[in-house]
């Protein structure tokens, strides 16, 4: 199976949570991001690997 270069392994999402609130991240494969709905955040995952840092983040609507 061919994996993108922009998947994240899945293990991670047990133990990444947002910086901000701590809270859980959602995956949403099809941007490559992390969602943390409580910040009202995306964070991007670049060549497998999730960006966590707020100033690289986008802004989503609650």
């Not at 494969?29 to 707020?54: H, Q, T, V, Y």
């Amino acid at each position: 199976m061919d994996k993108n270069s922009n998947d994240i392994d899945l293990k991670l999402l047990d133990i990444l949570v947002c910086p901000i609130t701590k809270g859980p991240l959602k995956y949403d494969k099809k941007k490559s991001e992390l969602i943390s709905e409580e910040a009202g955040l995306a964070f991007p995952i670049e060549d497998g690997i999730p960006i966590m840092l707020i100033d690289k983040a986008r802004h989503i609507d609650k």
